[in-house]
């Protein structure tokens, strides 16, 4: 037969445990008050983007390993990496012979730029452009993927929307800078037009990321004469995208 608990024994007990109870927390009170966020230091220290930018460039000079980019390729390439801490895209991104020179002669001319997705287009920094031409603005950067008649044909067809999006900008596509970060259709069919209509952009950023027509798109893009930026496989996206217009930017404003 189990002993007999006093109600005394029960409360002796419960009392020692409240008590260990209370000890554990204040113990961790007190850690938790000599514990110092890591914001404080920088706080105290303080450090501008600027410098943070200047910081991460002279990392990745440091921590690149050995290649082949001319000056302006790497400079495109460097932002790339500063955009996603990434290496390995030095592997992937190609660059057609005469890409970063045709591009600098279009953004000090303030050619019109077509995006394939609106993330694109407000992701652009007009100051980084304007440091290349003050000329330019929003009215410079074209999408029309969101259009009420793009969409219409879209529909109809049962295709994406970027491609009729593409053939509605093909005035701003000759000539103009094509950038492309999403919508490998898109692409294919900006393809067709430098093939069969002549259209020739003054540079071409090949980048729509996915697993559906995005590898044959990008390499299409790369065997036409056509200035270009591209990168191989399935990887891209708007950020990288993004990237490569405002290190062209920085090299048409001199500030490489």
């Known amino acids: 037969m189990p002993p007999h608990r006093t109600p005394s024994t029960t409360f002796s007990e419960n009392a020692r445990a409240d008590h260990f109870a209370k000890v554990k927390e204040k113990d961790m009170s007190n850690s938790q008050n000599h514990k110092q966020a890591m914001i404080n230091e920088i706080l105290k220290n303080p450090i501008s ?16 390993p050995a290649h082949s980019f ?4 790497w400079n495109v390439v460097k932002r790339m990496i500063h955009t996603t801490a ?11 012979p005469d890409a970063v020179d045709s591009a600098v002669a279009a953004l000090r001319s303030a050619s019109p730029i077509y995006t394939d997705s609106n993330m694109i287009r407000a992701g652009l920094s007009i ?17 029309h ?11 109809e067809a049962g ?9 509605k900008g093909e005035s701003i596509l000759n ?7 999403n919508a490998p259709v898109a692409l294919l069919e900006l393809n067709r037009m430098i093939i069969e209509n002549r259209v020739a952009p003054a540079l071409v950023i090949g980048m729509p990321v996915g697993f559906v027509h995005v590898v044959e798109s990008k390499e299409e893009l790369m065997s036409l004469d056509v200035p270009f930026i591209a990168i191989q496989g399935r990887r891209g996206g708007s950020p990288l995208a993004v990237s490569v217009i405002h290190a062209l930017c920085s090299i048409a404003a001199n500030k490489q």
């Open 49 to 64: 983007p600027e410098r943070i930018e200047t910081l991460s460039m002279e990392c990745i000079e440091r921590e690149a």
């Open 70 to 73: 001319r000056d302006g390729e």
């Open 86 to 96: 990434d290496f390995s895209l030095m592997g992937d991104v190609v660059f057609s």
């Open 127 to 143: 100051a980084r452009l304007k440091s290349a031409n003050a000329e330019y603005g929003p009215g410079k950067i074209h999408c």
């Open 145 to 155: 993927v969101a259009n009420e008649d793009v969409a219409v044909r879209a529909k």
């Open 159 to 167: 295709l994406p929307r970027s491609l009729f999006a593409v053939k």
């Open 175 to 181: 000539g103009g800078i094509a950038v492309f970060g």
